[in-house]
């Protein structure tokens, strides 16, 4: 079970953008990287194309190690570490550290 999924609020703990809170977008297991809404701003040079006829410079998202970030609790609204907990009916669930709630709808 990953530590971090997609649509998970997490905060930046290491590099430029360190202290930064966004949303996870996309989560690439192979590579142990994430893309995170606001967080390592690229601007890319793109072409002239049907989809952007003028071209230009556009700003995406880069991918960040997911070392690189934590996991922020939507209950105490704090970064912290997550265990896994098993459930009665056998599921699964992610649980703060720090509250001891589940982070899992």
Do not use: F, W, Y
């Not at 953008?17 to 893309?35: S, T």
């Not at 230009?56 to 609204?77: A, F, M």
Request: glycine share 10%; charged share 35%; with cysteine.
């Amino acid at each position: 079970m990953r530590k971090i999924k997609k649509g998970d609020t997490v905060e930046v703990i290491a590099g430029k953008d360190k202290g930064k809170r966004g949303k996870v977008l996309k989560v690439q297991p192979k590579e142990d990287r994430v893309i995170v809404e606001g967080i390592n701003i690229l601007h890319r040079h793109m072409k002239a194309s049907q989809e952007m006829p003028q071209g230009g410079i556009v700003k995406v998202e880069g991918p960040v190690h997911i070392s690189n970030v934590q996991l922020v609790c939507p209950r105490c609204n704090q970064k912290a570490r997550t265990g896994i907990n098993l459930l009665e009916d056998g599921k699964k669930v992610r649980v703060c550290k720090k509250c001891g709630e589940a982070v899992d709808k």
